[in-house]
Every structure is written in structure tokens, then in C-alpha cells.
């Protein structure tokens, strides 16, 4: 169906679209205030009213916002760009109607006291302390505030810490009350309800708001830039010099934006419609052949958002280590001028518009997707393009693309930044390497109201708050079941379980290889530990196979817009795909070649290994993974796989030989044991025949990874702390060893978990250190329940003088949990969480592959989305204080890493 628009008396602007694939409604309400609408001295106070939306009014009180979409599986978030604030629930359709109810009485009614104005103070300047530490973030700051002289978009959304400190309530209230009023406002509506039901809800609500006089902005218009813009930013705080180049371009409203888009998709790769992972798309493109395959850039990026007024068109890179500041920056030019001189040939731009394309289907995966994307397009004038950008995309020449390199990409037009790591800086270590860190793009600042691990199955990617009750579910619209899931056992052992979902034209589909996990990293090299042998084989699978080199398979596809990205966890190495239904069996030949046939050329292996130690010296500069693998490393003893960092160590990196890396991919990667998902718009029996055909023949053998045993029980706590120089924020990480998914006692911990550090903001942690106290920006915990065990954790990121009463406020609860327990109330409400958090996770095709595959893995069969509802719901208060007392018996091991001179004493 298309979309409807309407408008109410009010000045209330409405987009609805029906769609009835899942038994969601994504709402969401945009307000036209943000950093565009600040001014030097109140800058980041768009972001502040955000934060202090989440706070109540007279109708609801403190901390009732988050208890009642808590109830009724709502995942809700808000965040602040330069164009607009958006506020989003995405929720069952039984209980679609209190998020209008809700979002109606905050748009005029929310309170703001001095009391939570002064403790949300801390909690800003702590995510303020997050960006400052990071030093791609600190960069794009100091090039954006040069690149704009005049206009809005030249101050940080999250604002500078000067004004940060002296904004005032009498402010805040001032610029809610100037912007929060319906004619300043856009609802959206995504979902299963019927359009004319819908405009009755919102009439209901809305309609009886009164319009407001909108502050009139002053008038920003930025000067031409005649002559080109430098600034070097030299501290402590990272480990390879970064590059940005921020070139002027225009609005989203003119005709050379979608040009634009061409054209950073022609550099490095078509990019994702507002949140989403881009899949690996890109290797093909000129940036990426020239800089990472090059090997002078770890990682190197462009990228252009649409905005209402002229924005910037981003240039972005990082070095490989020896690789200098005014070399990267020269390679970057080169390939921008060569683009400046020469059309892009006609497979190139092929190549680009349907990556392009491809990403424009898979943002509308869900309802939340959908209802971002029609937001941005009617927040930023452009709301033709939510019907009409495929076409657009289509009918750019190449003959465009170089005529708008020419036009805005000319260094007279541009702001080059440089940071450069100050010498002899502390870290992490390489001992310790995490994952590498991306360079950021800030558009835009959310609040963390109520993370949570959005599945049963190891680490989870962090997701908002979701829940739900029976009343507003029920098992019949759980979409995983043994009626809708087609499961075939090869005779190699391999499984494969696939499922329709009609609501994309794309597929995605997954291989989940145990065995290949980052745990035989234990077990890699003749009984030494090999950290970082299951990452480095995961990642040369798609470096060169039997058909295809490792360029020709980038080319590949990226002609098709379909992404192949291997990963590794503790658990398992997996690849991930996503292509457009059509293009899905000629992906899965990629994906067979990679898994079956990978050749580890040498010069591939040579390229991966200084990306991969480049990764590692920028990851162990981040408080966050530092904290995190140093909490491993104590909470497990040395010789249990999971103390193993994932990511590697870069002694490790730099001795492994193509023979072992071989030898590794023969042992580890085997038929038995891997487990093929598949969902999308295409029959699940044809879909498992396209699997079979494939992989049937793929010869069974290998080496099944053995059970690790339990680990000990921590008998005294074990603490450290790591200084890591130029950071303003420390992390502070929590835990211990937890049950394996199997115990009996994980429904019971998992509900526990969730009251503990999960459910509305954050749990009883968010609560304590976030909301009473005011001692951080986000502070959550977590349960990670593997096949072979797992971790308890709890993590906050504060400032450094708030270590120590962080780490008290979170052993308070966790204290308070074990020896008290949860109230009967919180018990009933973490079980209409569990049930009703299914809708809103099986909503889109990654849940559904994600969930299918943790079925199989766990063994949990295919009706236990079924049944989650009867066994969540035995459990009781006595039972989850009964299994924190049995596994939380004490001692802890606890990581810090931060600035110089924080203690726990």
C-alpha cells in the first residue's frame, strides 16, 4: 500500500501505511527542532528536552513511562539530529493505541524539575565524555565547527561542554514549550492497523491540542567557501592517524542529491537508509581498492545524509600502522580526481545504483524501517522519494557522477582534519585487542531508554527496551513455528530450516559453524592458545575461493547489492548474506565458494593482517572493549577458551602462517553441526532445496570442538584497572561466570537479569546509577547463556571521579537482588515482557533468521517460541531468587579502563 497524508486542524501533519505482514505498529512522532534550531551558548539543548521527554508528566509519573510500555512489548527510544528530534515506540497491535495516548499528553505536558534538570546534567556530560573519547568523534567535531561559519549544522547536536554545564531549567522549559506543539510535529504510523482506525486514534489524542507560535530561526545561509580549511587535532587517546574531509553540497530537495548518493556509492559502497548495517557492501568500490586493499587504510569511507539545508559530503579514512597522515590524505585525492577525469564505466555505475537500490529494500524490513524512512523523507522535504528515490537512483548517468565530483569535491570547497596520536599514550594493549572501532558518524544522539539482549542465544547486539503480556500476543502470532519452518538434516549432518516472510522483496540467510568458533582458538595451534585464529580464517574466507579472487568476488557482489560477511564469537564463526529474492541462488554459489572452497592467497593474507593489527591498536585506545576483554580475561582462567579475546592479540596476528590458517579452516570447518537459515519472500521448500543442492555434497570430516568443562567458582574477587592516556570517560565492567543456556535455572536468570539491568530504563542499575544518582549515561547488565556456559556482567560508563560510586550502585543492586529478591510485581511484569517482546523481535527477516538459528543450536525445537509463554510464565519470585543466590555466590571479578588516576578505594 502507499502511504496517506493528512493533516489535522491543529497543524498535526499524519503519514500512515497500512501493512499487515506482522502484528506490529511502529508510531513514531518527529519534531522539526534540533541542532539547526540551537545557537552558540544553549547548544546541545535539543538533545537535553529529549532526555527530559523521558521523564513523566502530571498523568504519568516518574518512571511509569517506562513500566508501561515495558508491559506491553514496546521497544521505544528517542534521538536528536541536526533536522529533527523523533520519538519511537514499535509495539504488538493489541496495544498500539497507548503510544499515540502517551506521545499526545508528553507533546504538552511533560514535566521538568530542577532537581531531574541537575541529575540529567551529569548523565549529558557522561555521553558527552563518550564522544570526547573517541578520537574520530573529537575530529569530525573540530572539522565540522571550521567547515561552517555561519549555519547551526557547524555546532555538535550533543553540544559543547561549556554550555552543557550552564544551561538552565528556565531554558530547557523555554525551548519545550517554543517547539513541542502539534504544528511543529509529523506522526507516523507504520503497521497493522487499519488506516481509518488509525485516524481515529490520533484525532482522539491530538486533535484537542492547541497549535503554538514555532520560534522562528534565525536566518543561517553559509557563505561560499572560496579557499580550503585545515585543523589538526594531536593528543593521546588513539593509536593511527585518522583523516576527514568535509566537502560542502546542497540540500536534500535539489537535484544533484541523488547524484550525490551515486556518487558516494561509486567511492565506497551503497549505504543503509537511516540505522542498519551496511552488510560489507562496498569492496568493489575506489576507495576501498585503492586505500585498504592498498594497504595504507584500516578502513576508508564517504558518505552524504540528506538534510534540509546544504550539508557536507564526508571523506573518511584511517591509517595502517607506518602509514602517515599526508599520505593517506594524498591517496584520497588521487582517487578523487581521478573520478573528477574519468566517467565511471558502465558495470561501475551498474554496480552502484543497485547497491544502492538493494539498501533502499532491505530499510524496509520491518515497520520501524519503514516508518524511519518515511520520517526522514517528510522531515527533510523530500517525501517523494520514499515512492520514487528506486527510479531516481536508476536514472542517474555517469556523466552526472563526475559532473557533481566536479562541482562540489575541489579543495577550495573543503575541510580537511588530521587527527594524530600524541606519542608514548597508554592503552588497552594489544594483549587485551578488542574489535576495531569505526569511525562515527554522529547525525544523531540516542538515549538508551531500556537495552536489553534482544535473544537466548550468546551476545546479542544491544537493542531498546522490549516487552510484552499474553493479552496482547498470544502464541498464534508467533511466526516460528513447526507448521511454518521447512527443517532438513543432511546426510554430511548439516541442517537446514527455512521459512517464508513476504515482507521485502530480499532474503536473508545465515551458516552457523560451532566448531569454527573463537573457542578453538584454544585448541589452534598443537595445544598453544591462538587468539584471534578463528577471526583471521573467518575473515580470509571472503579474500579468494576455487571460481572466484578476492576482487572478483567483491565486484560480484556488489553488481548483485547482496552482502557475504563472516564473523566469530565465542560460540560459533557464521556467514551472513542478504541479497534481493531474485539474486538469492546466485549469492548462495558465493556463499558455497567461501565456505567450501577458500584458497588463503598469500597476498590476502598479508593485506587482512595489517587490517587486522591496525583494528587492534585502535580497539585497545576504547574504554568500552578494553573494560570488556580485561573482565573475560579475570572472570575465566587462562586455560577456558571464553578468557580468550575474541578479536585476537597482535603477537598472535602477526605469527600465523598460511599453513595454519589452512589447517585450521580443514579441522573446524565441517557439514556436522553447521546450521543453514534461510527467510525471505521466496518458497522455504525451494529455499531448502537451494541449500541442498549446494551443500549436500560437502564432505563430512573435521574435528567436533570439545566441551571446555565448567570454570571455576570465583573464590576472591579479582580486579583491574588499565589507564588508557587522553580519555575523559572510563568503563567500568562486572561480572562472572553464568549458566549454560541448558540449566534449568536459565528462564528464572534470564527474567532475574532482565528486572536487574534491563527492563524499562535499564533496570534496577539504570535506575540507581542513571536516574537517582545521576552517575552515568547508560549502566545495564546482561546474561549471556551459551551452549558451553557463559557470563553475568554489568557495565557503566562514567566519568572518572564517579569509578567508584558506579561500581558501589551496582553492587548495591546486585545485593539487593540476591538477598531480597524481586517484588512479585517486577516478576509479573519481566514475564509479559518475554512474551510480548516475540512480536516486535520476529518482525523483520534478521530477527527470524537469528532466532531460527538459536532453535537449532540449542535444541530447543521448533515450537519453543510456542511455549516460551507457559515456561516464562512458571516462573516465580521464589524461583529467580533461588537461582541468583545459586550462581551469584560473591566474589566478582571487576575491569576498569579510563583515564590516569581512577580507583575503586
Not at 3 to 32: C, M, T
Not at 110 to 126: A, F, G, Q, Y
Not at 753 to 764: S, V, W
Request: glycine content about 10%; charged content about 25%; proline content about 6%.
Amino acid at each position: 500500500m502507499k502511504p496517506i497524508r493528512h493533516q489535522l486542524d491543529n497543524g498535526l501533519s499524519i503519514v500512515l501505511l497500512e501493512d499487515h505482514s506482522a502484528p506490529v505498529v511502529s508510531f513514531w512522532v518527529w519534531y522539526k527542532v534540533g541542532g539547526r534550531s540551537e545557537r552558540p551558548g544553549l547548544t546541545g539543548i535539543s538533545h537535553w528536552v529529549e532526555h527530559m521527554m523521558f521523564k513523566g508528566t502530571p498523568k504519568i509519573g516518574p518512571g511509569v513511562l517506562d513500566k508501561l510500555f515495558a508491559r506491553r512489548g514496546a521497544s521505544w527510544n528517542g534521538f536528536t539530529a541536526n533536522d529533527y528530534t523523533a520519538y519511537l515506540e514499535t509495539l504488538p497491535l493489541a496495544a498500539w493505541e497507548m503510544a499515540p495516548e502517551i506521545e499526545a499528553d508528553r507533546m504538552m505536558n511533560t514535566e521538568i524539575h530542577e532537581d531531574d534538570v541537575e541529575s540529567e546534567r551529569t548523565v549529558i556530560l557522561s555521553e558527552r565524555g563518550i564522544a570526547e573519547n573517541d578520537p574520530g568523534a573529537r575530529l569530525y567535531e573540530e572539522v565540522t565547527a571550521i567547515a561552517f561559519k555561519n549555519h547551526p549544522y557547524g555546532l555538535p547536536v550533543i553540544g559543547w561542554r561549556e554550555d552543557l554545564e550552564r544551561i538552565t531549567r528556565d531554558d530547557l522549559v523555554a525551548h519545550y514549550r517554543g517547539f513541542y506543539r502539534p504544528n511543529n510535529a509529523l506522526v507516523v504510523v507504520v503497521g497493522a492497523v487499519p488506516q481509518a482506525e488509525a485516524m481515529d486514534v490520533l484525532r482522539r489524542h491530538f486533535g484537542a491540542l492547541e497549535r503554538g507560535n514555532i520560534p522562528g530561526l534565525p536566518f543561517a545561509k553559509e557563505p561560499p567557501q572560496d579557499s580550503e580549511r585545515r585543523v589538526v587535532v594531536e593528543r593521546p587517546g588513539g593509536a593511527v592517524p585518522l583523516v576527514q574531509m568535509a566537502y560542502h553540497v546542497v540540500e536534500a530537495q535539489h537535484d544533484d542529491m541523488v547524484p550525490l548518493l551515486v556518487l558516494d556509492a561509486v567511492l565506497s559502497g551503497g549505504k543503509p537508509i537511516g540505522w542498519g548495517d551496511r552488510g560489507g557492501m562496498g569492496k568493489s568500490s575506489r576507495l576501498y581498492r585503492a586505500l585498504v586493499r592498498g594497504r595504507l587504510a584500516a578502513s576508508a569511507q564517504t558518505s552524504v545524509f540528506p538534510s534540509i539545508d546544504p550539508g557536507l559530503f564526508w571523506v573518511t579514512a584511517s591509517a595502517q600502522p607506518g602509514v602517515t597522515a599526508e599520505r593517506l590524505e594524498g591517496a584520497l585525492d588521487a582517487e578523487i580526481a581521478r573520478l573528477q577525469s574519468d566517467v565511471a564505466g558502465a558495470e561501475e555505475l551498474a554496480r552502484a545504483q543497485k547497491q544502492l537500490r538493494a539498501q533502499l529494500a532491505y530499510a524496509t524490513d520491518g515497520a520501524a524501517g519503514r516508518a524511519m524512512w518515511l520520517g526522514i523523507a517528510e522531515m527533510t522535504d523530500i517525501p517523494a522519494w520514499f515512492d520514487t528515490l528506486d527510479d531516481r537512483i536508476a536514472a542517474v548517468r555517469a556523466d552526472d557522477v563526475r559532473r557533481v565530483a566536479q562541482t562540489y569535491l575541489r579543495k577550495s570547497n573543503r575541510t580537511v582534519g588530521w587527527y594524530l596520536p600524541a606519542a608514548n599514550g597508554k592503552g588497552g594493549g594489544p594483549a587485551d585487542a578488542p574489535t576495531t572501532t569505526a569511525q562515527r558518524r554522529q547525525f544523531y544522539h540516542a538515549a538508551p531508554h531500556g537495552e536489553m539482549d534482544p535473544a537466548p542465544f550468546g551476545p546479542a547486539p544491544r537493542r531498546r527496551s522490549a516487552a510484552g503480556t499474553g493479552a496482547h500476543g498470544g502464541n498464534a502470532a508467533v511466526p516460528i513455528r513447526p507448521d511454518t519452518v521447512v527443517r532438513r538434516v543432511l546426510d554430511n549432518g548439516a541442517v537446514v530450516l527455512a521459512m517464508r516472510d513476504a515482507l521485502t522483496p530480499a532474503v536473508a540467510f545465515r551458516a552457523l559453524l560451532p566448531d569454527a568458533s573463537a573457542s578453538a582458538d584454544m585448541f589452534a595451534g598443537d595445544g598453544v592458545a591462538a587468539p584471534g585464529a578463528a577471526r583471521f580464517v573467518a575473515q580470509m574466507l571472503t579474500r579468494g575461493t576455487a571460481t572466484h579472487s578476492a576482487e572478483q568476488l567483491a565486484e560480484t557482489l556488489d553488481g548483485l547489492g547482496a552482502s557475504l560477511v563472516a564473523r566469530t564469537s565465542r560460540e560459533a564463526a557464521e556467514i551472513s548474506g542478504k541479497s534481493l529474492v531474485e539474486d538469492f541462488e546466485a549469492t548462495l554459489d558465493l556463499a558455497h565458494g567461501i565456505l567450501c572452497a577458500p584458497t588463503f592467497p598469500d597476498e590476502e593474507i598479508e593485506r587482512l593482517r595489517g587490517e587486522m593489527i591496525a583494528g587492534l591498536r585502535m580497539a585497545s585506545k576504547d574504554t568500552r572493549r578494553v573494560a570488556d576483554w580485561t573482565l573475560s580475561r579475570l572472570a575465566y582462567p587462562a586455560t577456558h577458551p571464553f578468557s580468550l579475546p575474541v578479536e585476537g592479540r597482535e603477537e598472535t596476528i602477526a605469527g600465523l602462517a598460511r599453513d595454519g590458517l589452512l589447517a585450521f579452516w580443514r579441522r573446524r570447518y565441517r557439514p556436522g553441526g553447521t546450521i543453514f537459515t534461510v527467510v525471505g519472500d521466496l518458497d522455504p521448500n525451494a529455499a531448502a532445496d537451494a541449500v541442498e543442492r549446494r551443500f549436500a555434497t560437502w564432505p563430512a570430516g573435521g574435528e567436533a570442538l570439545s566441551d571446555p568443562g565448567d570454570p571455576p567458582v570465583l573464590t576472591a574477587r579479582r580486579t583491574e584497572i588499565v589507564p588508557i592516556d587522553g580519555k575523559v570517560q572510563a568503563d567500568v565492567a562486572l561480572g562472572l561466570p553464568a549458566l549454560r543456556r541448558a540449566h534449568p535455572d536459565y528462564h528464572a536468570m534470564w527474567l532475574g537479569n532482565l528486572i536487574l539491568g534491563q527492563l524499562g530504563l535499564m533496570g534496577r542499575i539504570g535506575d540507581n546509577v542513571r536516574e537517582k544518582k545521576g552517575l552515568a549515561y547508560y549502566a545495564t547488565s546482561g546474561l549471556v547463556a551459551s551452549r558451553w556456559g557463559g557470563l553475568w556482567y554489568a557495565i557503566s560508563g562514567v566519568a572518572s571521579g564517579n569509578v567508584k560510586a558506579a561500581h558501589e550502585a551496582i553492587v548495591e543492586e546486585f545485593v539487593r537482588m540476591r538477598d531480597e529478591g524481586p517484588s512479585e510485581e517486577e516478576v509479573r511484569d519481566a514475564i509479559d515482557n518475554r512474551i510480548g517482546w516475540l512480536q516486535v523481535a520476529l518482525s523483520g527477516l534478521g530477527g527470524k533468521v537469528a532466532l531460527l538459528a538459536a532453535l537449532e543450536y540449542h535444541g530447543l525445537g521448533l515450537d519453543y517460541y510456542q511455549r516460551l509463554a507457559a515456561l516464562v510464565g512458571a516462573v516465580t519470585r521464589d524461583a529467580v531468587m533461588a537461582a541468583f543466590r545459586r550462581w551469584f555466590p560473591g566474589p566478582y571479578a571487576i575491569a576498569v579502563a579510563g583515564p590516569e588516576g581512577m580507583s575503586l578505594d
